[in-house]
């Protein structure tokens, strides 16, 4: 369990390469230093990453420490360095930075669960198997990753947490998804589970035709003739 302020962002995450292919190397001693740090921040907190998407999870059930981030020890003793999970420290550290400036007020539980991480360590200390052993892993997390569920998975589970009382702007919260893509899952659905309901169609419902339901409520004009 390490502080957060002792975990840093990877200035040469791979992903960066989405935002220009002219990105120069930042040298290992030199990850530390704060504008560095505010740079890599900045790229992290471009809305392809969808960080703030994150950051509405965190902030309304804390760090889940089920997925942990992996950190290798830097040149400065007691800093240590992400190689996996550069989207969830930017989320934290965003969080913060919104706390301390009064722009949002974190519950105390989940501010202590930001300021205190933990996380798995790379203890590999020679330089090139280090290096080949980080790509590994982000190879391993992010080419033969674990897969998104479909529309219909995520649809299933909207629907189930709305059965057991909870409000569709809090499911948002929680899952990071906008209150507008919750309400097109939770009615495509219903639509759905309709159809399975009617003596005349049920026998022709399957969940491969949720995309069809669901193309229907993100078009105002479809929908309504529907």
């Known amino acids: ?37 505010e740079k890599a921040l900045e790229r992290m907190l471009d809305p392809r990453y969808e960080v703030k998407q994150l950051k509405e999870s965190i902030r309304n059930v804390g760090f889940l420490t089920v997925d942990r981030l992996v950190v290798l020890a830097l040149p400065q003793e007691g800093n240590f360095m992400v190689v996996e999970g550069n989207r969830r420290l930017a989320a934290v550290k965003s969080l913060l930075i919104d706390d301390a400036s009064g722009e949002v007020t974190l519950d105390g539980a989940i501010c202590d669960s930001l300021n205190n991480l933990t996380v798995v360590m790379l203890e590999e200390t020679e330089g090139p198997k280090r290096e080949y052993l980080t790509r ?25 947490m709305i059965d057991d009382g909870k409000e569709p702007n809090e499911i948002g ?6 209150m507008r893509r919750i309400n097109q899952l939770r009615h495509g659905y219903y639509a759905l589970k309709q159809m399975r309901e009617d003596g005349d169609f049920a026998e022709y419902a399957s969940p491969k035709l949720f995309s069809h339901f669901d193309e229907v409520f993100k078009r105002p004009r479809v929908r309504d003739w529907m």
Do not use: S
């Open 1 to 37: 369990t390490l502080r957060t302020d002792a975990l840093f962002l990877d200035p040469n995450n791979p992903r960066f390469l989405d935002l220009t292919e002219d990105v120069r190397p930042v040298p290992i001693e030199r990850i530390i230093e704060k504008k560095v740090q």
């Open 136 to 160: 590994i892993l982000q190879g391993v997390r992010h080419v033969a990753r674990v897969r998104d569920w479909g529309p219909y998975q995520q649809a299933q589970l909207v629907a189930t």
């Open 173 to 178: 919260e929680v899952l990071g998804l906008p």
